[in-house]
Structures are given as structure tokens and as C-alpha cells.
């Protein structure tokens, strides 16, 4: 099959101006606790996309583990790709593609570690593999093997046994949003697409050509 002949057409939901929510955060939390509802995989995935000193873009995917009015949180290696892009340049956008539901969302803004005190309080509600493994993996470095990881994990393991501290180069990162945008996919490519954005601290909601 020729992939440009790969087409869906998208008819299970609308948005519109009147039955969205004013603030952007509360649309964002009915769409999130919806795709969580229909099950659909990994609700909680998002790609987060960041930009290097040479203006190389790069994306990767992650997990959204908390939002309120202060932005989207997310935890990782400081010293990760990512890390080291955001230490240079401290603004990101992020995405959401719930494919079941025909919805995307999109959120952009300025970045943040968010305090010890938070990136502690996670780190320790983690499963023990993964507190081990927050030690083990030298993050987007290049390694000779497999084996570096499992024997990292197994020195790790056995160094901490039951109670590995946060690592210091471990924590949460938080997107503080300047700009929202909702996307509904819709039939003939007339597709729903709201953007809200900051002016003057309220939010202004428009609608965008799809």
C-alpha cells in the first residue's frame, strides 16, 4: 500500500467555543481524565520537545506525573539530552495525542526544576526497580552494552539495598504554559483547533484554521 493513500476520516467529537472551558487548565483536565476513562494507551504520554544551543530541535517521550495552576510536572535525568537543552534554553512545548478520541493537545512555555522538596517526595512513592535504575543509567550517553546497566543496577542495588536516595542529578522539571492549543479532528479536514494565550494575565480563547 502506498502510504499516501493512508486516510481517516474523523467524526466522534466536536469543539466549539460555547462548550469549552474558559481556562485552558480545566479543558485540559476534562480531556486528560476522558482519555483516561476510555482507556486508551498511556494516557498519560506526552512528547516533549526542546531546542539545543545550535537550534537542532529534539523530541522524545515522557510522562506527565502531576498539573495544577503552576504547569505540567514531569521527572528525569538533569543530566539527559533534554536536561542539558533545557540548562541552555528553558523553554519547551509538549504534546498529547490521544489517537482513539481523534484529540491532540499542544502546550508550550517556559521551564523550571521544580523544588527538592517535590522531586524527593516522588522520587520515594517509585517503585524500587526504578529508584535503582534512576542510578544505574548514565541517560543518553553512549555505553558499551547492556551489561553497563545491569551491572550499574546490580552495584546500585547492593549499595542502597531497600533505601536509595534521590540521586542529585534526578528531579522534576515543570512547564509554566504561555500557550494552549486543542485540537478535535472533524470531518473533511475541518478539523476543531482552539488556542488559548496569555495577554495581559487572563487567557484569550480564538479559533485557528485547522
Known sequence: MNIADLRKSYEKAELNENASHADPLKQFGQWLQEAI????PEP????????????RPSTRVVLIKGYDERGIVWYTNYDSRKGQELAGNPF?????????LERVVRIEGRV???SDEESDAYFHSRPLD?????????QSQVIDGRTVLVTNAAKYAAQFM???PRPP????????????????????RLHDRLRYRLDADQWLRERLAP
Open 162 to 164: 531497600l533505601n536509595p
Open 130 to 138: 526504578s529508584r535503582i535504575g534512576a542510578w544505574a543509567s548514565p
Open 37 to 40: 476513562a476510555a482507556e486508551v
Open 92 to 100: 519547551a512545548a509538549l504534546q498529547f495525542h490521544w489517537v482513539e
Open 44 to 55: 498519560n504520554a506526552m512528547t516533549l520537545a526542546t531546542v539545543a544551543s545550535n537550534l
Open 169 to 188: 542529578h534526578w528531579g522534576g522539571y515543570r512547564l509554566v504554559p504561555d500557550e494552549w492549543q486543542f485540537w478535535q479532528g472533524r470531518k473533511s
Open 112 to 114: 523550571e526544576k521544580v
